[in-house]
């Protein structure tokens, strides 16, 4: 199953609380600017998917709107409450019947063309919730659920352990720039390395590969 069908839902915390230990990973770039920009290449990559039909970004922070007015996304409200499951899971209730991919908004390497690949995996038989765990195996970058199917997120610490007891079954694709999130300073080089989005390359410099999913 390809082409277009999923609805894509990324929740983003207020900038001042999100990426906490990135902050200082950028000499005189505000942490918040620099956490807007994963978030925004993210995005957009979503937005480039070929298999993603709707982005639904549900967010409390207002400053989130300018930076996303070029792309076709719907901002949902979240409030001040700041729970990323509870984010995901408002998402997932205005996915119009579409098949949900939760996905997380700090990718700021990823390829629409493997965010596809990852998707048509998820679309498998049997329809059942899949997952796909960060670069070293404990998180989750990715959790998709059938149409009709709960989505059920279970996002945070050892999330990839807690997706896989809740039922998820994991997907085990060679997909880097998919499973490469920015959480430290490292995580921030190593996704460089693979190429970064216009945003958060912008914010880097040229100290790394020229960006690849813009």
């Known amino acids: 199953?390809?082409?277009?069908?999923?609805?894509?839902?990324?929740?983003?915390?207020?900038?001042?609380?999100?990426?906490?230990?990135?902050?200082?990973?950028?000499?005189?770039?505000?942490?918040?600017?620099?956490?807007?920009?994963?978030?925004?290449?993210?995005?957009?990559?979503?937005?480039?998917?070929?298999?993603?039909?709707?982005?639904?970004?549900?967010?409390?922070?207002?400053?989130?709107?300018?930076?996303?007015?070029?792309?076709?996304?719907?901002?949902?409200?979240?409030?001040?409450?700041?729970?990323?499951?509870?984010?995901?899971?408002?998402?997932?209730?205005?996915?119009?019947?579409r098949p949900v991919a939760a996905l997380t908004a700090d990718l700021p390497a990823l390829r629409p063309v493997e965010l596809a690949a990852a998707l048509r995996a998820a679309a498998a038989e049997p329809p059942e919730r899949r997952f796909v765990p960060d670069t070293p195996g404990t998180g989750t970058v990715l959790l998709a659920a059938p149409a009709g199917v709960p989505l059920a997120p279970c996002f945070g610490p050892g999330s990839a352990a807690a997706h896989a007891a809740s039922g998820a079954r994991p997907l085990r694709g060679a997909w880097p720039s998919l499973r490469r999130d920015v959480d430290t300073a490292a995580d921030l080089a190593a996704a460089a390395v693979l190429g970064l989005g216009r945003h958060t390359a912008a914010l880097v410099g040229r100290l790394y590969a020229a960006p690849l999913n813009g």
């Open 1 to 97: 199953m390809s082409g277009s069908i999923w609805t894509a839902v990324l929740a983003v915390k207020r900038l001042d609380a999100a990426k906490s230990r990135l902050r200082g990973a950028l000499d005189e770039v505000p942490h918040e600017r620099l956490a807007l920009a994963l978030a925004t290449d993210t995005i957009a990559a979503a937005v480039a998917c070929p298999d993603v039909a709707d982005v639904l970004v549900v967010t409390g922070e207002d400053r989130l709107a300018e930076a996303l007015e070029p792309l076709p996304v719907r901002l949902v409200p979240e409030g001040d409450e700041g729970d990323l499951n509870r984010a995901f899971a408002l998402g997932a209730e205005l996915a119009a019947g």
